[in-house]
Structure formats: C-alpha cells, structure tokens
C-alpha cells in the first residue's frame, strides 16, 4: 500500500498551491483521506479529509476558507488545493487515509505517505 504525494514547493504570502495524492496497493474509494502537517519543532497536525465519495470534508479552523480537499480517480487520489498560502502554513504535508474522513479528523490516520514540503515565505 503506498500513498504518493506531490506538488510541494517555494511559494510567496498570497500564492496558491495544489497538492495531489494517489493510492497504490489496495483501493480506498470507501476509505477517509486527507491531509496532515507538521512545521518545525511542533507536532502533526490535522489539516483536511474527505469523505470516499467527497461529500463530507472536514478542516482545520486556520484553513478553513482557503483550502479545499477534494477526491478523484474513483476516490483512490485525494487533492489539497490551498489559496490564500501564509508563511505560518509553511510545513512538511502529508497524505492520509483512514476508515473514515471523521477518524482523519479526530487525528487517527491509519495510513501514511511520504511528506511534501510547503514552504511560504513572506
């Protein structure tokens, strides 16, 4: 099972940036996945999941508004698309899945991917 993430990069305040998640190995079309960060010196962080079908989504309070999280490819590519990006977004990302997008939520995630880094400088 692996889940590969990719679209990381340097961006300024402001920019936007889109991250993208593919599932090998099994299919999680009925699986919760999403996205989880960690900066420097803190610890993980839940950041947005999403439902197999994509109907239900969850965020975390700072990025609500300026992030959206979407499913793909039959539910089995999971996409983080974040506008508005802060220098305080700046982190490693990674990709998440779990039975559920409300486990995801609750900081469970039984699944992981490589990180991405997200840099956004002032």
């Known amino acids: 099972v692996q889940l590969q993430a990719s679209g990381g990069g340097l961006v300024q305040a402001g920019d936007s940036l889109t991250l993208s998640c593919s599932a090998s190995?099994?299919?999680?079309?009925?699986?919760?996945m999403g996205w989880f960060r960690q900066a420097p010196g803190m610890e993980r962080q839940f950041v947005a999941a999403a439902s197999g079908s994509g109907a239900i989504t969850y965020y975390e309070d700072s990025v609500k508004g300026r992030f959206t999280v979407s499913r793909h490819n039959a539910g089995n590519t999971v996409k983080l698309q974040m506008n508005s990006l802060k220098p305080e977004d700046t982190a490693v990302y990674y990709c998440?899945?779990?039975?559920?997008?409300?486990?995801?939520?609750?900081?469970?995630?039984?699944?992981w991917g490589q990180g991405t880094q997200v840099t956004v400088s002032s």
């Open positions: 998440t899945a779990s039975l559920t997008a409300d486990r995801l939520r609750t900081g469970i995630a039984d699944y």
């Open positions: 190995g099994r299919t999680f079309s009925t699986f919760g």
